[in-house]
């Protein structure tokens, strides 16, 4: 097995990078969801409230990052803001400092998704902590990602995904769904299909990764990234019907394996080798077997 893809999603919900090597940090890759939109009560927006964040491109430089729509142009934002205001953000049931870039920058998001937000960063002294139910130490903390620093998928567990909707001709989804809708970090090579389910423990090169829990999806998996255009059941509605089931009490459509990592610092590169070292039984209770 193989890494064969690293993406990282520097705004939150916007469109994501593919790179070939990447930095492990302690809040998961190294710009990897630091920035975020906020609404006029400084809780987080995602695709979930306005599906066309997909259409955001965001590129990445060593000073600032670019970001671009069709019909909008672009605006350039430096990599923190220039006598940032702090206050807390709202994201989920989190409360964090944020820090917030000046109203041409935030104004430039307003135009394109035709709503006031705000742009904020997460400062390396912002501490948000994972879910203590499935965190390895008390110490692991998350970026502005929904809850885990990491999502791995394998890519026999999408091939099997888009066998499954394409029997569904009259669902009139256009497939193969690519990658690029569920948002991973890492995507492997050469697994069977949801074997990342019950990986425990395992090295990405020389670094070592822990299975938190297997990722409950939710309704952006249904934004074409293409059009952001929302679409009304799939390809929710085929995870659920094979994926779904219950854990800890709370039903999901449970679809790619979130992720902690051993350490704060590493590096991942495309190619690099996969080694399950641990395995774990089933923690998800799914309602087909």
């Known amino acids: 097995m193989i890494l064969s893809e690293i993406n990282i999603y520097p705004i939150k919900s916007l469109r994501g990078i593919s790179l070939q090597t990447a930095e492990i940090e302690d809040r998961g890759l190294r710009n990897d969801r630091r920035w975020m939109l906020v609404d006029e009560n400084d809780c987080f927006v995602t695709q979930r409230e306005l599906p066309k964040m997909t259409l955001i491109d965001v590129a990445l430089g060593n ?5 671009s729509c069709e019909g909008f142009g672009s605006q350039r934002i430096a990599l923190a803001p220039i006598d940032a205001v702090s206050r807390v953000v709202t994201i989920f049931d989190s409360t964090v400092d944020g820090e917030f870039y000046d109203d041409t920058v935030s104004e430039w ?3 394109v998704l035709g709503t006031k937000l705000r742009l904020v960063r997460m ?8 879910s203590e139910r499935y965190r390895i130490r008390e110490s692991d903390i998350v970026s502005f990602a929904d809850g885990y620093p990491f999502l791995l998928i394998g890519q026999a567990s999408l091939d099997d995904l888009n066998e499954r909707i394409a029997e569904k001709a009259d669902e009139g989804v256009r497939v193969p769904l690519p990658m690029k809708r569920f948002r991973p970090n ?6 069977e299909p949801y074997d990342e389910d019950r990986w425990k423990e395992f090295r990405i090169g020389e670094n070592t990764f822990y299975g938190a829990k297997p990722s409950a999806r939710c309704v952006i998996t249904t934004v074409d990234p293409a059009t952001g255009v929302m679409a009304p059941k799939e390809p929710l509605k085929t995870i659920a019907s094979y994926r779904g089931g219950i854990l800890n009490g709370k039903r999901g459509a449970f679809f790619g394996q979130n992720l902690i990592a051993e350490a704060a610092e590493g590096t991942v590169s495309v190619g690099d080798q996969i080694e399950v070292v641990a395995y774990r039984e089933p923690i998800v209770e799914m309602d087909r077997q």
Do not use: N
């Open 109 to 111: 998001f307003s135009d």
């Open 63 to 67: 000073d600032a990052l670019t970001v």
């Open 186 to 191: 890492f995507v492997v090579k050469g697994s």
């Open 123 to 130: 400062p390396q002294s912002s501490r948000r902590s994972v």
